[in-house]
């Protein structure tokens, strides 16, 4: 059974970091499209970033350009986006999301076609 699953997530003051991890199973990591994506409570889920495991390119939301970085680690199957310089904006739901090809044009979750359940991320002011 395919399985994503994220860590990482929890309080963070404004101005500081985490990292996320997406540890994925089930199937093969390599070339497969591994994203983030956030909703935010009352708004809608929005692609954050994205990595293609088969050439190394990446996708970053202008929201959160040079601040994060989306990474892998084939040898354990793991996905991870590091965040710095966190606002309460980025205050969200981040769920880790794979599909079975190169990280679509458009980053949004009709394009995924596996979740993980989601870890949360709270920045406070």
């Known amino acids: 059974e395919v399985q994503l699953v994220e860590s990482g997530g929890g309080l963070v003051q404004a101005g500081g970091s985490l990292s996320l991890s997406c540890a994925a199973s089930g199937f093969t990591f390599e070339n497969y499209g591994i994203a983030w994506f956030r909703q935010a409570p009352g708004k809608e889920r929005t692609g954050v970033s994205c990595?293609?495991?088969?050439?190394?390119?990446?996708y970053y939301a202008d929201s959160v350009k040079d601040r994060f970085t989306i990474s892998s680690d084939n040898a354990k199957s793991t996905v991870y986006l590091q965040m710095n310089s966190l606002k309460p904006e980025d205050t969200a739901l981040y769920y880790c999301?794979?599909?079975?090809?190169?990280?679509?044009?458009?980053?949004?979750?009709?394009?995924?076609?596996?979740w993980g359940k989601g870890t949360l991320v709270t920045v406070s002011s």
């Open positions: 990595f293609s495991s088969s050439d190394g390119k990446t």
């Open positions: 999301a794979a599909t079975l090809h190169d990280c679509p044009w458009a980053l949004v979750s009709d394009n995924m076609d596996y």
